[in-house]
C-alpha cells in the first residue's frame, strides 16, 4: 500500500514539472504579488537614487575624430581680422542707421572678402499654433509668406573644402541680434560673430578640409532657435512652387555631419568668481533627443585638455543645497565605504559633495529631456537628424578690453578650430557612441543599459499585480474584463477630447491664460458629462472594483512602455507619480478587517488624488525643479501651450496616460463596492 | 707556427679555395641556390585615421628598393590613398616621420594592388600565383624555387588574424595555407614574413612550411603602438616596430652583411611597448649566419661573359660558379668579416698570376671525364699545397 502512495505521489510530482517552467515562475510571481511589488518598487527607486554612482566616465569612440592630434593654427592675425569686425558691427549699432540691413550686408561683405559663398535667408516669425497632427514629424513651419510681416534676415556663407567631394557639410551658427544691437550684452553678441569669423577665415585657406563650412551668422529676433529652424527647413526642403522671377538665392553644400551652435554670453553678475573661461554645453534637443555623446566628449575634450577652459552643463542649483540631497550624499558615501571594506574591488564609494553635484546634474538632464523642448538652436538639428551642440561661453574677463577680447577670441577659435578638424576627419555620420544618456558631469554619463534598470524595477510589479487582482475576483467568467473595458473606453475618447480641446481654444484669439485655462477645464468636465450620459454610468453592476483596477494598470503600463521609447525620461517620471496610484487605489467603501493599514492606505490614496492630478503633479514637478514660490497652478495653461509650441510628446502623455490613469484612478476611489 | 698567424691564416684560405675549386663543380646538385629576391608589400587598412598604415608600407618599400629589390620584384599593396586625402595637410605627400624630411610617395612609387584591390583573396592569389589570365606580369609574384621572398604586412589584427580593408580577415591558416602552397609550387627558397599588427605573432601560429622565418611587432594578448603623431598632419604617421626596424636600417647599405639575428635582437621591448616575437624552428639556417640583404636586398650577381652567344660560355661556366661560391663562403663568416676580405685581398695580390696559371691548368684537365686523371691532378694539387705552405712557413 505505502509504495504504491509513494509511487503515486512521484507521478503526481512529475506532471508537475512537466507543466513549463514559465508558467510557474508567473504562478509564483501573481501568488506573491504585493511583496513583488514592494520588493520592485524599493528597488527602482534605490536605483534611480544609486544612478549617479554608476555613472562612467566619458570616452572618445570614435577612432576617427582623433581630437587634439592636429595643432591649433589660428593666430592673432585671424583674431585681429575678426576684432576688425567687431568694431564695424559696434558702430553700426552705436549709430542706430537700420542695424537688422547694415549688419547682414556687412557680413557678407566680410565673408566675401574671404572668398565665400554668400547669400541672405530671410524668414518670418513662425505662428505659434497648436498642431495636433503636427507631433513628431520633422518641422511644422509653414512656407513662408514675407509679405507684410516683419522679417529677420541671417547671413550664410560656404566654403567649399578644395579637395573634398562636396557632398558633406560642417555647419557653425553664430546668433546674433539686430534688434538689440546697441543694447547691454551688444558686445557680446558681436563677439559671436567675430568668433565665428576668425575661425571662418581660418577655414577658407585650410588645405585639409573634406567637408564643406556653412557659417550660417542667424538673426536672433525671434529667438535663437526659429531662424536657425527656418534656414535648415529651407535647406531640406526644396520651395520649387515660387514664381521664376523671384531672385531668391539659396545655396546647399550637401548633408550635414554636424551643426556647432556657439554664442558668446558676458554674465553681468557672476555667482562666484572664474578663474578660467568657461563653455556651458546644451545638448538636450526635441522629445529628450541627444546629440551622439562622441560629439559632446570631443568638445569636453578640447576645451579642457588644450584649451584649458572650464565645461559646464545644466544644473539644478537648489538641489546642491537641499538638504534632503545632502544626507543621501553622506549615506551613498557611507555606504561605498563600507562595502569596500567588504570587498576591496567594489569601488562604488564617492565623495557625499561628488554625488550631490552628479545628482543635482543628473536631475537637470533628466527634467531637460522629459520637458521635451529643445534647450538651444541645436534642437532644430536634431529635427533633421544632425548632431549638434550649443556651446555658449563665457569670458573670463570683460569684453570691453581690447587684449582681454582678443585672447578670449583667439581661445574660443582654437576650441572651434579644433571641433571642426576632429568632425572633418568624420568618415560616416557619427554612430559609434551612444544617444541615449543622461550626464551626471561634463565627463559623466549614465548608459541607456543602466538607467534603464530603474524604470523596469518600477514597471516591473504592474501586469504581475494585474493579473493577480484578475484572478482575485468572484466572476470566473473569461471575459468578465469585458464590461470594464467600458469605462476605461469612456476615459480614454475623453482624454482625446481633452487634447484636441485647446485646438480649437487657441482659435479665440486674445483669451488671456486664465480664461482659456478655465475654458478647457469647463470644456473637458463638460464632455465628461456628456459622455456619461450617453454610455452610462461606469458603475454598472458587473464592474467589479478589482477588475477595473486591473484593467486601468494594464492600460497604464502599455501608456508608460509606449512612452519609454518615445521619450524615455518623460516615463521616468510619469512612472514615480503614476505607479504609486496603481499600486494603492483601494475604493473607500472597501471593507478590510485591519483598520490600521486601511486608513494609511486612504491616506495616501488621498494625497494621490491631489498630487496625481496634472495639473498638481506639473506644477510639484516645477516646485521642486525651480522652488515652490514661483509656481502658480494657474501658469498651467502657459506651460502646456510651451510644450505643444514646441510638439513636445510630453503633452501628449500627459493628456493621453497620466490624465486617465488618474480618472480611473478616481473611479476606483469612488466605487460604490456592492 | 704560432709566430706567423698570417701565414696560417693565408694556408686556409687557399686550402678552401682549392678544396672548393675541385669539390664543388663535382658535388650532386644541392639545393637550388638563391638567385632572386622579391618582396610582397602590404598595408591592409583604409581611412585616414590608419595614415600610419600606409606610411610604414611606403617605407619599407623604400627601404627595399634603396637595398637593391627592383620594383618589377616588388608587389606593394596599398588599401587606402592618403597621399590625395582631402584630409591631408600636404597634398600628395606621404610622410613617416614629423620633420616631413622625406616624402615617401615621391617619385618612381609603383603601386601594384590599390584601393579595393586589397582584399584577401587578391592577397592569396598573390601568393600562390592562381591568377585569371588578364592579370599583368607586374601584378604576380614570378618567384621560383631560388627566391628570397619578404612579406611584410602591416594593419589591424588580432588573435590570429588581420584585418583586410574594415570588411575582411586573413586568417592565420590562411596565410599558413598559402605559404605551404607557394612551398608545393616551388615558389619561394626562403620566406621572411615580417608583421606589424597587434597580437602579431598569433598570425604564425599555423605555418608549418619549411624555410620560412617569422617576425611580428608583438605577442598575444599585446597591442601594437604608433611611434609618434604628426602635428601638422593630424594623425599618428609611423607604428613603433616600423620605426626601429627602419632605424636599423638606415644604418646599412646594399653591401652591409648585418645579420638577421641583429636585426631581430635589435628590438627593445621599452621602445616598442610590446615584445617583437619571432620565429624560426621552420629555418634550417643559423640567423647569425644570414645577412639582413638576403630578404630586404637583392642577390648581387653579375655574370661576365667574354662573348653575347652562350657556345663560348663553357670556358667560363665553372670560374663563375667558383667565384660565386667563394664569395659566399666570404659572406657566410660574419664576424671578423673586415679582417677576411683583408687577407683575401693581401694574398690575391701576392699570388694573383700562379693561381691563375693553376687554374688554367685544372679547368683544362677538368674536362676530361676519367674520374683517375681527376684524383690524380687532385693529389698533385695537395702536394702543390702542401710545398707552398712549407715554403710559406719556413
Known sequence: ?????????????????????????????????????????????????????????????????????????????????????????????????????????????????????????????????????????????????????????????????????????????????????????????????????????????????????????????????????????????????????????????????????????????????????????????????????????????????????????????????????????????????????????????????????????????????????????????????????????????????????????????????????????????????????????????????????????????????????????????????????????????????????????????????????????????????????????????????????????????????????INFATAQIGALFVVPMCLFALPIRVKTNNSLIRSMVMTCNLVMAVLGFPVTAVALMQGVIKGFGTVSILEFWDSMKFLWGWNSATYLYLVLVHLPCWLLFLHILFHPCR | MASDPKGSQLRRILLIFFSLSIILPLSSPSPTMHNNNWAVLVCTSRFWFNYRHMANTLSLYRTVKRLGIPDERIILMLADDMACNARNNYPAQVFNNENHQLNLYGDNVEVDYRGYEVTVENFLRVLTGRHEASVPRSKRLLSDEGSHILLYMTGHGGNEFLKFQDTEELQSHDLADAVKQMKEKNRFKELLIMVDTCQAATLFSQLQSPGVVAIGSSMKGENSYSHHLDPDVGVSVVDRFTFYTLAFFERLDMYSNASLNSLFTSYDPTLLMSTAYYRTDLYERPLNMVPVTNFFGSVMKTIPTDSAYPGFLVAHASEYATISAETETARVVLEDEADHSKTYDQSEKGLQHILDEWLKLLEGKLGVKDPEVLVAYGLGSMVLLLTISTWLSS
Open chain 1, 1 to 565: 500500500m505505502e509504495v504504491a502512495e509513494v509511487e503515486a505521489e512521484v507521478e503526481k510530482k512529475a506532471t508537475a514539472t512537466r507543466s513549463r517552467l514559465i508558467v510557474r515562475l508567473a504562478a509564483l510571481l501573481v501568488s506573491h504579488s504585493t511583496l513583488v511589488s514592494v520588493v520592485c518598487c524599493l528597488a527602482g527607486l534605490i536605483a534611480l537614487l544609486v544612478l549617479p554612482l554608476l555613472a562612467k566616465n566619458t570616452y572618445i569612440s570614435e577612432n576617427a575624430l582623433l581630437p587634439g592630434s592636429a595643432n591649433p593654427v589660428l593666430s592673432y592675425q585671424h583674431v585681429t581680422q575678426a576684432n576688425n569686425l567687431i568694431m564695424d558691427i559696434m558702430s553700426i549699432a552705436d549709430d542706430k542707421q537700420a542695424p537688422d540691413i547694415e549688419i547682414p550686408k556687412l557680413i557678407a561683405k566680410y565673408m566675401e572678402i574671404l572668398g565665400a559663398e554668400t547669400y541672405h535667408h530671410k524668414f518670418s516669425q513662425p505662428q505659434n499654433q497648436f498642431h495636433p497632427l503636427y507631433f513628431f514629424s520633422s518641422s511644422p513651419n509653414s512656407p513662408p509668406t514675407l509679405a507684410n510681416l516683419s522679417y529677420g534676415t541671417s547671413t550664410v556663407g560656404i566654403i567649399r573644402a578644395p579637395r573634398g567631394d562636396g557632398k558633406e557639410a560642417i555647419v557653425l551658427v553664430s546668433p546674433y541680434n539686430t534688434q538689440n544691437a546697441g543694447g547691454i550684452d551688444a558686445s557680446a553678441s558681436a563677439s559671436s560673430i567675430g568668433l565665428a569669423f576668425s575661425v571662418f577665415s581660418l577655414l577658407s585657406r585650410a588645405t585639409w578640409l573634406a567637408k564643406d563650412i556653412i557659417w550660417v551668422a542667424s538673426d536672433s529676433r525671434f529667438g535663437d532657435h526659429t531662424s536657425v529652424s527656418a534656414w535648415l527647413n529651407d535647406y531640406h526642403n526644396p520651395n520649387f512652387i515660387g514664381d521664376a522671377s523671384s531672385t531668391r538665392i539659396f545655396k546647399r553644400a550637401g548633408t550635414m555631419a554636424c551643426g556647432i551652435v556657439f554664442k558668446v554670453v558676458e554674465k553681468e553678475r557672476r555667482e562666484k568668481y572664474e578663474d578660467r573661461d568657461v563653455v556651458t554645453l546644451y545638448a538636450e534637443a526635441s522629445n529628450g533627443q541627444m546629440p551622439n555623446l562622441d560629439l559632446l566628449n570631443v568638445v569636453h575634450y578640447l576645451a579642457v585638455h588644450r584649451q584649458g577652459i572650464r565645461v559646464r552643463i545644466g544644473m539644478f542649483g537648489g538641489l546642491v543645497k537641499s538638504h534632503l540631497v545632502r544626507v543621501l550624499g553622506e549615506v551613498m558615501q557611507q555606504v561605498g565605504r563600507f562595502a569596500r571594506s567588504l570587498n576591496p574591488d567594489w569601488r562604488f564609494e564617492m565623495p557625499s559633495s561628488e554625488y550631490v553635484e552628479g545628482t543635482a546634474t543628473l536631475a537637470s538632464s533628466i527634467y531637460s529631456q522629459a520637458l521635451g523642448v529643445p534647450t538651444g538652436p541645436h534642437g532644430a538639428f536634431r529635427d533633421y537628424q544632425v548632431d549638434a551642440v550649443t556651446l555658449e561661453l563665457s569670458p573670463r574677463f570683460s569684453l570691453k578690453n581690447e587684449h582681454t577680447r582678443l585672447a578670449f577670441l583667439l581661445k574660443g577659435g582654437r576650441l572651434i578650430e579644433g571641433t571642426v578638424r576632429s568632425v572633418n576627419n568624420l568618415l560616416e555620420k557619427f554612430h559609434q557612441s551612444f544617444f541615449l544618456y543622461f550626464l551626471t558631469a561634463p565627463n559623466k554619463f549614465v548608459s541607456v543599459g543602466v538607467y534603464m534598470i530603474p524604470f523596469a524595477f518600477l514597471v516591473a510589479p504592474l501586469p504581475i499585480i494585474a493579473a493577480s487582482l484578475f484572478n482575485l475576483t468572484s466572476n470566473r467568467n473569461p471575459w468578465r474584463w469585458l464590461h470594464t473595458a467600458k469605462p476605461l473606453l469612456i476615459t480614454h475618447t475623453w482624454s482625446v477630447v481633452v487634447t484636441l480641446l485647446p485646438f480649437y481654444i487657441s482659435k479665440i484669439s486674445d483669451l488671456p491664460s486664465t480664461h482659456c485655462m478655465l475654458t478647457w477645464a469647463g470644456g473637458s468636465l463638460m464632455a465628461l458629462v456628456i459622455l456619461y450620459i450617453v454610455f452610462g454610468s461606469p458603475y454598472s453592476k458587473h464592474v467589479e472594483w478589482r477588475l477595473l483596477k486591473a484593467v486601468m494598470i494594464a492600460s497604464v503600463s502599455i501608456g508608460l512602455c509606449l512612452m519609454s521609447i
